[in-house]
Nanobody, 125 residues
């Protein structure tokens, strides 16, 4: 059974850092595309970082230079390091897996078929 479990969210002051973890089971994270998404109240869910099995990465301009996606194959876990956090980063953060074989980089939530439960990140000003 495929399962994704996020952790690491919390309350942090602007300028601070958090590291989110996405522990996966039922598949190997490095073999597929993994994405981190966020959704704030009243807004659509959008990608903040994605990585393919070929280690191609994506970051939107809003987080480029501040967020870094990485993985630990031994722990079968994907991380999202978030630095220089801003109040506008406040959202529920989700990790998701695209288990299509030979998957290419995609930032569309609909292309990801397995999701975690989400973790709240709140950045105070």
């Amino acid at each position: 059974e495929v399962q994704l479990v996020e952790s690491g969210g919390g309350l942090v002051q602007a300028g601070g850092s958090l590291r989110l973890s996405c522990a996966a089971s039922g598949f190997t994270v490095d073999d597929y595309s993994i994405g981190w998404f966020r959704q704030a109240p009243g807004k659509e869910r959008g990608a903040v970082s994605c990585i393919t099995s070929d280690r191609v990465t994506y970051y939107p301009d809003s987080v480029k230079g501040r967020f870094t996606i990485s993985s630990d194959n031994a722990k079968n876990t994907v991380y999202l390091q978030m630095n220089s956090l801003k109040p506008e980063d406040t959202a529920v953060y989700y990790c998701a897996a695209d288990l299509a074989p030979f998957g290419t980089l995609t930032i569309a939530p609909d292309d990801y078929d397995n999701w975690g439960q989400g973790t709240q990140v709140t950045v105070s000003s």
